[in-house]
């Protein structure tokens, strides 16, 4: 918390090149999980209904480490629509110290950790992570 986020390149499932640094100017919430991550399946219908409402004002991306064909499928299935990256070597999850899944960060407009969510996110929880008080 209050660190300037780990920079990282990866690809997402089309293979277009996605950057940390591309996404600055808007608040960012990175998402870390897997496809066999029940808590993961619950929560992503909620992360796109909130990358839908607030898609002027916040970046939504989310990181797996999973093999390609498994995230597809399961991005399919479940509609989403935001960006889905893919962290075949784990070295972003190391560098954002990921012990659990799912781990949620918010990055502010200048890329620092603004805050962390390490389990399920619930609506109520969602909204106060990205509207704190």
């Not at 277009?16 to 996404?23: A, F, I, N, R």
């Not at 609506?123 to 704190?132: S, V």
Request: aromatic share 6%; charged share 25%; net charge positive.
């Amino acid at each position: 918390m209050g660190l300037k986020a780990p920079m990282f390149q990866l690809n997402t499932l089309d293979g277009q090149t996605m950057k940390l640094s591309d996404l600055k100017g808007k608040k960012t919430l990175i998402n870390f999980f897997a496809t066999w991550c029940t808590p993961c399946k619950t929560e992503m219908p909620l992360l796109e209904k909130f990358s839908i409402k607030h898609k002027s004002d916040l970046n939504i991306i989310a990181i797996n480490i999973d093999p390609r064909a498994n995230v597809k499928k399961y991005v399919n299935r479940l509609g989403l629509t935001f960006p889905i990256l893919i962290d075949e070597r784990g070295k972003v999850n190391e560098n954002y110290q990921v012990i659990a899944i799912p781990t949620t960060f918010l990055l502010n407009e200048k890329g620092i950790i603004i805050n962390k969510q390490i389990g399920e996110l619930n609506e109520d929880q969602l909204k106060k992570m990205l509207n704190p008080q």
